[in-house]
């Protein structure tokens, strides 16, 4: 026991990795947490992915149980980033580089979780619940602005997720998104990271053009 003790606290540098590793593991593990899957079977006695694309996330929770359960299930999956971010920030004083692991392990756990045979979800949840723990209201703000636009332009939602967190990273490199926990750099790192994993898990529906809408057409249907 002494030992242990000498070497966690006498020596910074185990110390410190040893906190990551924690950090980490904590990370991963909410995100790999399936809550839309159990929540959903739970409440309904469903299956989600038996609905929608069979995505075992928050849409298809909120098709199956209604707008508040699925309001529900949408801010658990948000808080499985923004928790173990906030205690790596605030607790571990965790910051920078090593940031970077624990913010897009919740992103990798919800979409290679172990409890669901490494087959999960999409996580866009996650991925906003993530950049809005790492850069607040004015990140998440950006991230649906762009959203709520290119769904009134087209049709195909992976083109649509997908093109809107490029205009979060437009708009991140124009505006010089960054703060003391995170540089400049290191949100072009993350943002790298979380696009080629929202790219490899939409890579059947980007096979096909974006579907352009009748804006016309669609305005005149609502008025």
């Not at 049709?155 to 437009?170: E, P, Q």
């Not at 124009?174 to 072009?188: A, E, G, H, K, M």
């Not at 352009?212 to 249907?221: A, G, S, V």
Request: net charge positive; glycine share 8%.
């Amino acid at each position: 026991m002494l030992f242990l003790y000498h070497v966690y606290y006498k020596n910074k540098e185990i110390k410190l990795y040893m906190e990551l590793f924690a950090y980490s593991l904590l990370a991963f593990t909410l995100g790999s947490i399936p809550f839309s899957v159990i929540l959903t079977k739970l409440y309904k006695g469903k299956d989600v992915r038996s609905v929608g694309d069979n995505n075992p996330g928050a849409t298809n929770a909120w098709k199956i149980g209604g707008s508040i359960f699925g309001m529900i299930v949408l801010l658990i999956e948000f808080s499985k980033a923004i928790i173990p971010i906030y205690i790596a920030i605030h607790v571990g004083d965790i910051t920078g580089n090593n940031l970077i692991l624990i913010s897009v392990l919740p992103i990798l756990g919800h979409g290679f979780s172990p409890f669901l045979k490494f087959k999960g979800g999409k996580a866009l949840a996650v991925t906003a619940g993530m950049w809005l723990a790492l850069f607040g209201i004015e990140a998440f703000l950006a991230l649906f602005i762009s959203l709520a636009i290119v769904w009134t332009i087209q049709k195909n939602d992976a083109w649509t997720v997908n093109l809107s967190h490029l205009a979060l990273f437009l708009y991140g490199m124009t505006v010089d998104i960054s703060n003391q926990y995170f540089t400049l750099n290191n949100f072009l790192i993350t943002w790298i990271i979380a696009a080629i994993f929202m790219v490899f898990k939409h890579r059947m529906e980007l096979s096909e053009l974006p579907k352009f809408r009748n804006i016309k057409r669609d305005f005149r249907r609502l008025v």
